[in-house]
């Protein structure tokens, strides 16, 4: 029986016009490759052909692919060359775009993406949230929270391939629209994934450029004659660096960016603990739960704080991106390497969340900074009898760390726009289109900051929708491609799971509301502070 393998991404010519003729592929059946659906509305398939003279299945490499025809050649549908072609589907598209375009990842890789997404300024603020819970209940919550993320991110890595038709969702839009329908998908999903990605840089880009302030302030010094810069020119500063970084072709290109993000996240998240755990408790440091005069403004303070536990947990919009990075045969899946740096990577995240969490509670009791935790902490308690060394380099840490994570969640952004094009002249973007939509997106994502510098005071509003993202959409997407036994351990787990994220979906979006109508919102458009 003739062998057979998928061509190469990298063989997929630029130029449609070129006929490049019919390529002969083998490898063994049971080593097939999965492949990613296509971006368009019906897949694009390359023809399959009769067999040559050595048995081997001759693909053809078309500029506009047709689909198959293959219930004629082959007899048994259980046939184990049916199954094996069934896997060889192709995508020219995936070839052609930044998550997909190189698929040699591994478990290292995993791990650096999944740190570094995993990890970010929104953990600082964890402290916040013992003030209004207490020790117990915030342990608890926080703890209930970091287990059911980590179960529906196994739930991701699980559903990326399916044994059953061979394809790979190689993006959380295209699990959901499979699952549930493209229009169901454009509903619910698209925007939640993509404000998890252009929302993060946005963000990203205002708390690095008012780090860079801060550190250039330290680094000069109190008689420093030097004319600082303003805010805007910071932010400015910032993601010039950002759109440099970000010309690195594609997902696997930026493991090493990726890693560098990851221990700095870790050792900034390691110093400021430490730092205020040896510092020591502050004076009239209280651990009572803060009480509101107001039952209805007890319950939002409540509410806030699930909002601030649940918001600490981000990266679910990436994970099936990380692991279409990777190759996936039948014998040796994709979900086993990814599940391995997944673990890897959420033992050293519960490493810095719980000691950041419980030691900053412990240092600064309520006295922590409800804008900007930990980091403001540092600096409004320990600015002097701490090293200005120490506190430059934490700057230092949290400003290299914010330049990475916006390029891993700028990806998806990158890939999204280059799929338009593709889609449409059916040929890669060439490099100086590719360097254009990345500095379009980074200076899209400049202008927002400044524009719109309350943004931050919507964001328990906005992030409300974005919840279900991570803690409710893989389950119900579990119920609908895997079918677990009704009423089975798996069943009851996922519905109750899901229901459970989609109602703290709708409250923490009605405590955003009541916040934004009982405190307003100092609207300064080209303002920023």
Known sequence: MGDFVEEES???????????????????????????????????????????????????????????????????????????????????????????????????????????????????????????????WGIICLTVAFVWQLYTLWLLVKLHESTQTGMRYSRYFQLFSASFGERMGKIFALFPIMYLS?????????????????????????????????????????????????????????????????????????????VSVTSGRLDGVSYDPVKENDNMAMIFSVLNALGIMAFAFRGHNLTLEIQATMPSTEKNPSHVPMWIGVKVAYAIIAMCLFPLAIGGYWAYGHKIPANGGMLTAIYQYHGRDTSQFVLALTSLLVIINAVTSFQIYGMPMFDDMESKYTKRKNKPCPWWLRSGFRAMFGYGCFFVAVAIPFLGSLAGLIGGIAVPVTFAYPCFMWLRIKKPKKYGIMWWLNWVLGLSGMILSVVLIAAGIYVVIDTGIEVSFFKPH
């Open 198 to 274: 252009g929302g993060t840089c946005v963000a990203l880009i205002i708390i690095g450029g008012s780090t860079m302030k801060i550190f250039f302030q330290i680094v000069c010094g109190h008689g420093c004659s030097a004319k600082p810069l303003t805010n805007v020119e910071w932010y400015l500063v910032f993601t010039c660096a950002a759109v440099v970084l970000s010309q690195l072709p594609n997902l696997n290109s930026i493991a090493g960016v990726s890693l560098i993000g990851a221990a700095t996240a870790i050792a900034y998240c390691t110093i400021m603990w430490l």
């Open 10 to 136: 990298s063989a997929i010519p630029s130029r449609p016009a070129m006929d490049f003729g019919a390529h002969v592929v083998s490898a063994p059946p049971m080593q097939s490759q999965y492949n990613s659906p296509s971006l368009s509305r019906k897949p694009l398939l390359f023809p399959i052909e009769p067999a040559d003279s050595n048995g081997a299945i001759v693909v053809a490499n078309k500029a506009t692919p047709k689909p198959s025809h293959t219930s004629n050649f082959f007899t048994p549908l259980s046939s184990p060359i049916r199954k094996a072609i069934q896997l060889t589907k192709l995508d020219p598209q995936d070839a052609w775009l930044p998550i997909t375009e190189s698929r040699n990842g591994n478990a290292y890789y995993a791990a650096f993406h999944t740190l570094c997404s995993g990890i970010g300024i929104q953990a600082l603020v964890l402290p916040v949230a013992f003030t209004i819970l207490g020790w117990t």
